[in-house]
Nanobody
Framework: QVHLVESGGGLVQPGGSLRLACVASGSTSMINVMGWYRQAPGKQRELVATITRARSTNYADSVKGRFTISRDNAKNTIYLQMNSLKPEDTGVYYC??????????WGQGTQVTVSS
Protein backbone atom coordinates (compact mmCIF):
# COMPACT_ATOMS: atom_id res chain seq x y z
CA GLN A 1 0.00 0.00 0.00
CA VAL A 2 1.01 3.60 -0.62
CA HIS A 3 -0.43 6.70 1.01
CA LEU A 4 -0.18 9.97 -0.90
CA VAL A 5 -0.62 13.45 0.56
CA GLU A 6 -0.79 16.50 -1.69
CA SER A 7 -0.19 20.11 -0.67
CA GLY A 8 0.32 23.52 -2.23
CA GLY A 9 -2.99 24.23 -3.90
CA GLY A 10 -4.78 27.55 -3.61
CA LEU A 11 -6.15 30.58 -5.37
CA VAL A 12 -3.90 32.42 -7.80
CA GLN A 13 -4.41 35.10 -10.42
CA PRO A 14 -3.93 34.34 -14.12
CA GLY A 15 -0.25 34.46 -14.97
CA GLY A 16 0.72 33.49 -11.46
CA SER A 17 2.57 30.44 -10.13
CA LEU A 18 1.98 27.64 -7.67
CA ARG A 19 4.05 24.69 -6.55
CA LEU A 20 2.36 21.43 -5.61
CA ALA A 21 4.00 18.70 -3.58
CA CYS A 22 3.03 15.06 -3.05
CA VAL A 23 4.62 12.93 -0.35
CA ALA A 24 4.37 9.16 -0.56
CA SER A 25 4.58 6.78 2.39
CA GLY A 26 4.28 3.01 2.75
CA SER A 27 5.72 0.64 0.14
CA THR A 28 7.57 3.43 -1.66
CA SER A 29 10.38 1.21 -2.94
CA MET A 30 7.86 -0.46 -5.24
CA ILE A 31 6.84 2.82 -6.92
CA ASN A 32 7.92 3.35 -10.52
CA VAL A 33 5.87 6.16 -12.00
CA MET A 34 4.40 9.11 -10.12
CA GLY A 35 2.36 11.86 -11.60
CA TRP A 36 -0.22 14.57 -11.43
CA TYR A 37 -3.71 14.44 -12.86
CA ARG A 38 -6.44 17.07 -12.67
CA GLN A 39 -10.19 17.19 -12.85
CA ALA A 40 -12.16 20.30 -13.69
CA PRO A 41 -15.85 20.59 -12.75
CA GLY A 42 -17.97 18.52 -15.13
CA LYS A 43 -14.95 17.04 -16.89
CA GLN A 44 -13.06 13.78 -16.76
CA ARG A 45 -9.80 13.44 -14.89
CA GLU A 46 -6.87 14.08 -17.22
CA LEU A 47 -3.14 13.56 -17.13
CA VAL A 48 -1.01 16.60 -16.40
CA ALA A 49 2.49 15.18 -16.04
CA THR A 50 4.29 12.00 -15.03
CA ILE A 51 7.82 11.14 -13.97
CA THR A 52 9.48 7.76 -13.66
CA ARG A 53 11.92 6.67 -10.99
CA ALA A 54 14.66 7.36 -13.54
CA ARG A 55 13.17 10.87 -13.91
CA SER A 56 11.86 10.44 -17.43
CA THR A 57 9.01 12.92 -17.83
CA ASN A 58 5.83 13.21 -19.86
CA TYR A 59 3.52 16.23 -20.11
CA ALA A 60 0.08 17.01 -21.47
CA ASP A 61 0.34 19.29 -24.48
CA SER A 62 -1.71 21.93 -22.66
CA VAL A 63 0.94 22.41 -19.95
CA LYS A 64 4.18 21.93 -21.87
CA GLY A 65 6.52 24.87 -21.36
CA ARG A 66 4.57 26.10 -18.33
CA PHE A 67 4.63 23.21 -15.84
CA THR A 68 7.63 21.26 -14.57
CA ILE A 69 7.43 17.97 -12.71
CA SER A 70 10.32 16.86 -10.53
CA ARG A 71 11.04 14.05 -8.12
CA ASP A 72 13.12 13.55 -4.99
CA ASN A 73 13.41 9.79 -4.53
CA ALA A 74 15.15 10.17 -1.17
CA LYS A 75 12.15 12.11 0.18
CA ASN A 76 9.56 10.05 -1.73
CA THR A 77 8.19 13.33 -3.00
CA ILE A 78 7.21 14.77 -6.34
CA TYR A 79 6.61 18.39 -7.17
CA LEU A 80 4.71 20.25 -9.84
CA GLN A 81 5.90 23.78 -10.53
CA MET A 82 3.11 25.59 -12.34
CA ASN A 83 3.91 28.89 -14.03
CA SER A 84 1.89 31.18 -16.30
CA LEU A 85 -1.31 29.72 -14.89
CA LYS A 86 -4.51 30.11 -16.88
CA PRO A 87 -8.16 29.92 -15.76
CA GLU A 88 -8.45 26.62 -17.65
CA ASP A 89 -5.85 25.14 -15.28
CA THR A 90 -8.46 25.31 -12.51
CA GLY A 91 -9.38 21.98 -10.98
CA VAL A 92 -8.59 19.43 -8.34
CA TYR A 93 -5.06 18.13 -8.78
CA TYR A 94 -4.49 14.51 -7.79
CA CYS A 95 -1.22 12.76 -7.14
CA UNK A 96 -0.83 9.25 -8.53
CA UNK A 97 1.74 6.56 -7.83
CA UNK A 98 2.08 3.30 -9.75
CA UNK A 99 4.03 0.21 -8.79
CA UNK A 100 6.23 -1.61 -11.29
CA UNK A 101 3.39 -4.16 -11.38
CA UNK A 102 0.94 -1.49 -12.53
CA UNK A 103 -1.04 -1.22 -9.30
CA UNK A 104 -1.87 2.43 -8.75
CA UNK A 105 -2.79 4.69 -5.85
CA TRP A 106 -4.36 8.13 -5.62
CA GLY A 107 -4.14 11.01 -3.19
CA GLN A 108 -7.13 12.98 -1.94
CA GLY A 109 -6.45 15.93 -4.22
CA THR A 110 -5.71 19.60 -3.78
CA GLN A 111 -7.76 22.44 -5.26
CA VAL A 112 -6.14 24.88 -7.68
CA THR A 113 -8.19 27.89 -8.69
CA VAL A 114 -6.93 30.40 -11.24
CA SER A 115 -9.10 33.49 -11.21
CA SER A 116 -8.88 37.25 -11.05
Amino acid sequence: QVHLVESGGGLVQPGGSLRLACVASGSTSMINVMGWYRQAPGKQRELVATITRARSTNYADSVKGRFTISRDNAKNTIYLQMNSLKPEDTGVYYCNAAFFTGRAFWGQGTQVTVSS
